[in-house]
């Protein structure tokens, strides 16, 4: 992996520069690339960002109609074959959920979580433009909820990178204070995302508990859901440092004895646990489950450079 930082960041603010870096950066995933989810997830079968095919018409069949596509209702009814025709899907929402609460203002390595869930938002909001979708974004600071509707071409893409400089940068200085539930989170985008939508999660999930699972659930109903789970080494147990340290996740704080192997695994153990409960329920949901670190940048962990 590559330790060192994207162009125009230094790990810890973010500026529109950087994060128009990434406009130049979808290129890599446009047809006949392979799609950044595909990437991500290891597979290597869907072409493009979300797209789908919406009915069209149903015709009389013809030599060379794809045998799948025949509507036996129509078929049976007039006694003569026939079949559906698909048209591509075309500007369908794409609705980002952000986290820059204060479990994500948080970085032990190269960048903060933060900053990379604002690389990856930028990535996909220009990739989803090239596209012709529409994006919109839930950006949740813990204490409130910014909300931007699904808006067409350059317009949508800049708005959202406005507000995520803004946004993180003030969460930068915010003071620690009592975090609102996910579950006001995914009400939000309940509400914000007409149906059909493409709604993608970006977090660390740390608020996240089964308790929020019905309304995760009901956002998948007429929605493609995806997670992506931001992380620092550190939640690994992954640290050069060996002394103690005080250490909060906001409900409570204690002192950890870093130079402890046992420390270490703990650490790591808790976090595998948590990683391999949201990744069942991604599963039983039928939602992708991606994840990304904050060890290194975005372009080395999607495609080795």
């Not at 060192?4 to 790990?11: C, F, M």
């Not at 493009?48 to 009389?60: A, H, I, N, P, T």
């Not at 990739?127 to 509707?149: C, F, N, W, Y």
């Not at 002394?243 to 808790?270: C, K, M, P, Y």
Request: hydrophobic share 35%.
């Amino acid at each position: 992996m590559e330790h060192q930082l994207p162009p125009y960041s230094d790990g810890v603010n973010v500026c529109l520069d950087e994060l128009l870096y990434y406009k130049q950066q979808c290129i890599k995933w446009l047809p006949p690339a392979k799609s950044l989810w595909s990437q991500m997830l290891g597979q290597h079968q869907s072409r493009q960002l979300g797209r789908g095919m919406d009915f069209s018409e149903v015709r009389q069949y013809q030599a060379g109609d794809d045998v799948r596509a025949i509507d036996w209702r129509v078929t049976a009814r007039t006694g003569k074959p026939h079949t559906k025709l698909f048209s591509e899907e075309r500007e369908k929402p794409v609705i980002l959920y952000i986290d820059l609460s204060q479990s994500m203002v948080f970085g032990s390595a190269l960048l903060l979580k933060s900053v990379q869930a604002a690389h990856i938002a930028s990535l996909i909001a220009w990739l989803s433009v090239s596209q012709q979708d529409r994006i919109g974004a839930v950006i949740d600071t813990g204490e409130q909820l910014i909300e931007l509707k699904p808006t067409a071409r350059n317009k949508g893409a800049l708005a959202l990178m406005q507000t995520i400089v803004e946004v993180h940068n003030q969460q930068l200085t915010a003071p620690a204070s009592q975090h609102q539930s996910f579950d006001h989170a995914l009400q939000a985008l309940t509400r914000l995302c007409p149906k059909g939508s493409e709604i993608i999660l970006l977090s660390d999930f740390s608020r996240f508990v089964t308790e929020h699972e019905p309304k995760l659930r009901r956002l998948c109903q007429h929605n493609r859901v995806r997670m992506v789970q931001i992380s620092d080494p550190l939640e690994r147990g992954q640290t050069q440092f060996r002394g103690t340290e005080q250490v909060s996740n906001q409900q409570e704080t204690r002192w950890l004895d870093f130079s402890s192997r046992q420390t270490r695994q703990g650490i790591e153990s808790a976090f595998l646990d948590k990683e391999q409960q949201l990744r069942q329920l991604a599963m039983t949901m039928g939602i992708s489950f991606s994840s990304l670190s904050s060890e290194s940048a975005l372009s080395s962990q999607l495609y080795g450079q």
